[in-house]
């Protein structure tokens, strides 16, 4: 066993600075700071995304609605099938991306915005399988949010902690 001048093990001196290493980290990495930065990286490819898909309010811009008529596949066996609906689903799909991120970012209905982002991420991986890289963090991000909430710095939270309050009256 070798001992360091001050009469500790190696081992004992080197798995207590491990301890407070992990310490420093821990209080950095807190649960509700995590949970928000979750839902701010998750929202953001998906708001720069339907920002694009708009020239007005509720008006979609020709851009949009000519890539799911003409440039967007669905890669399903036995494909590439083209998109059913293709104004409708650029109106669903632009919609999705200004609305789910901006709750995700409020911390309102954030595990039903998550689940939204979710399945939007699958449709995206069908349409671009190439990008997996990518839509696989953004599902890591998805279902992170989903299992463990929006945590304490969310409306979602706001509005359960008034509820308790007007429940405990």
Known sequence: ??????GGTVAGRTAEVLERAIGIIRGIAQPSLVQLVL?????????KSGTLKWAGFLQLNDTAIYLFSDEFQLHLPGGPYPFPAPAVMAFLSGSAEIVFPVLLVLGLATRF??????????????TVPEGWPIHLTWAAMALGIM???PGRVSLDAAIARIGRALAGR
């Not at 066993?1 to 001050?6: E, L």
């Not at 839902?39 to 708001?47: C, D, I, M, N």
């Not at 915005?113 to 069908?126: F, N, Q, R, Y």
């Open 1 to 6: 066993m070798m001992m360091t001048a001050n």
């Open 147 to 149: 299992a463990w909430g």
């Open 39 to 47: 839902r701010v990286a998750l929202a953001v490819p998906f708001w």
């Open 113 to 126: 915005a998550a689940l939204g982002l979710l399945v939007m991420t699958a449709i995206v991986e069908l």
